[in-house]
């Protein structure tokens, strides 16, 4: 049902405002059925309004709630104590009541209708309980809740088209007004975000600022934007699994962020299609490499350590895992020699032990084995090629100086 008035002629020529309920259940989220159910379609959203309040206020709020049962229309205490108040009446220059021009609504016997049951009549809900409204905004602010699936359509707002409001004191009515004003349009800027390309910027930094160009046809209005989430790093890169930096000549400008790329292809990749690199925050790839260089006492060891810790890399110390290898090797009373045998641990052959022990220097190359052994990559003995017999000459084919030189070797042969 929800399909079918999002593409309706209606919300596609007047627009519409979605209001989900965000309730706990299982199964998918909201953000989940609007994209993956196809839901949206082609359709995306021009502004998107959080409205936040304490946990402890949206229990109370709630507990005030109560359904008329006649309609099922839900209504506030503020909304009922608005409603049950007399009506102003308005005066005109001379101080006469001007008439109200609106139609009374009368009931099925002729009489004004009320415009809201008496308390008596009204119904508390058990979903309105303070105990259940928490359960579901714990759901909607959890690790995979509505919030953090929600964060997809987020990302391609503007500052000014992503509206986060404070309702705490504010009723329905300066809540509404609130949003009203926020939602004016900003001229300057489209109601969806458009990928552009940023020509001209000899510079990362001259990314961010741009004077823009009144006399341009069209004109280029003024610009000033911040690094995504992305930084300088290609996003379309990322997700093939590589960390490359962007290069500036190679940048786009979306939803008030800059990106920037390694390759032209790479950008035009994100111009057709930018929400599929942004859904995910950026995250580094699971077989990325570093190598760290650098004199001692810089401190490599520790910037490993931090990458370690931040990214749950494994840290692979090529002296500590030689030395704790050799301290092993040194331990056994018999030294097996440097075979890759089955189910057996890398060694070293005595003869190159005993030269280590001379301090005659080793190349770094003899312990890769070790290294390997150390990361679980699978090792195997290098197979025998048979040597193949020489073909026996052709004499007939020899010249005169070469069938000499054959037969003379034969002949010290025998």
Not at 36 to 50: C, Q, R, Y
Not at 70 to 78: L, T
Not at 205 to 222: C, I, Q, R, W, Y
């Amino acid at each position: 049902m929800i399909k079918i008035q999002l593409h309706s002629n209606k919300a596609a020529t007047k627009g519409f405002v979605l209001d989900l309920d965000f309730v706990s259940q299982p199964g998918m989220t909201w953000a989940e059925r609007l994209t993956n159910k196809e839901i949206l379609g082609n359709i995306s959203f021009t502004h998107i309004v959080e409205i936040q309040l304490d946990d402890e206020e949206v229990a109370l709020r709630a507990r005030n709630l109560r359904m008329n049962l006649e309609n099922g229309k839900v209504y506030s205490k503020w909304e009922r104590d608005e409603l049950r108040k007399p009506k102003v009446v308005k005066l005109d220059e001379n101080g006469e009541p001007i008439p109200d021009e609106e139609e009374e609504e009368l009931d099925e016997d002729g009489n004004p209708k009320k415009k809201i049951p008496e308390e008596s009549e009204l119904v508390s809900r058990t979903c309105d309980e303070g105990a259940k409204i928490l359960q579901d905004v714990e759901f909607y602010k959890g690790p995979e809740g509505e919030r953090k699936e929600c964060s997809v359509f987020i990302e391609e707002m503007f500052d000014s088209t992503f509206i986060r409001l404070d309702a705490a004191g504010l009723n329905p009515t300066e809540l509404c007004e609130t949003v009203f004003f926020r939602l004016k349009p900003n001229t300057s800027e489209p109601l969806r975000p458009i990928p552009h390309v940023i020509e001209g910027a000899g510079s990362l930094k001259e990314l961010l600022e741009d004077p823009g160009d009144e006399e341009a046809t069209p004109p280029v209005l003024p610009r000033k934007s911040q690094w995504s989430l992305w930084r300088t790093i290609d996003p379309v890169a990322l997700m093939n699994g590589k960390v490359e930096e962007g290069l500036p000549e190679f940048a786009v400008h979306f939803a008030n962020n800059v990106f920037v790329f390694s390759t032209e292809e790479n950008m035009k990749a994100f111009i057709e299609n930018p929400r599929v690199y942004i859904q995910k925050p950026p995250e580094m790839p699971p077989n990325f490499r570093v190598l760290m260089l650098g004199p001692k006492g810089v401190g490599k060891m520790t910037q490993a350590q931090k990458l370690e810790h931040f990214y749950g890399w494994r840290v692979v110390n090529f002296l500590d895992i030689v030395q704790t290898k050799l301290a092993r090797i040194l331990k056994q009373k018999i030294k097996p020699p440097n075979n890759v045998v089955e189910g057996s641990e890398i060694n070293m052959s005595q003869e190159e032990l005993d030269k280590l022990k001379e301090g005659i220097p080793v190349p770094s190359w003899k312990f890769l084995p070790w290294i390997l052994e150390y990361l679980n990559v699978p090792l195997k003995r290098k197979p025998i090629v048979p040597k193949q017999p020489e073909p026996e000459p052709n004499i007939d084919e020899m010249d005169e100086a070469e069938k000499k030189a054959y037969l003379a070797a034969q002949k010290k042969k025998a």
